[in-house]
């Protein structure tokens, strides 16, 4: 499957941005989804994770209450709906797919098998 990201851009902090993730080649509904997130300098984090299927949904705790990750199986789009946006969030956003993951390594960024590319969010003070 191929992810395309896109949605980023320069924000204040307090804003919201939406970011897509939209994916071909591939049977949509199958598939885990993750987003993570990388900072200059910094290692890829976690930040949110959604089920094929029933959709359950887990995030990191420095994202939790701000962002939102969903899907639409019918457009092959997943969505992060960040909120409150602060500098911290700043970094290129990955969006990530695996056609089966367990629980305890949906953070891993190694238990994904496809990549998008990353959107750059930049959050100003």
């Known amino acids: 499957v191929q992810l395309q990201a896109s949605g980023g851009g320069l924000v204040q902090a307090g804003d919201s941005l939406r970011l897509s993730c939209a994916a071909s080649?591939?049977?949509?509904?199958?598939?885990?989804l993750g987003w993570f997130r990388q900072a200059p300098g910094k290692e890829r984090e976690f930040v949110a994770h959604?089920?094929?299927?029933?959709?359950?949904?887990v995030y990191a705790s420095s994202v939790k209450g701000r962002f939102t990750i969903s899907r639409d199986n019918a457009k092959n789009t997943v969505y992060l709906q960040m909120s409150s946006l602060q500098p911290e969030d700043t970094a290129d956003y990955y969006c990530?797919?695996?056609?089966?993951?367990?629980?305890?390594?949906?953070?891993?960024?190694?238990?994904?098998?496809?990549w998008g590319q990353g959107t750059l969010v930049t959050v100003s003070s």
């Open positions: 959604i089920r094929r299927g029933g959709g359950s949904t």
């Open positions: 080649g591939g049977t949509f509904r199958n598939y885990d």
């Open positions: 990530a797919a695996a056609s089966g993951i367990i629980y305890s390594s949906i953070g891993v960024p190694s238990s994904y098998h496809y």
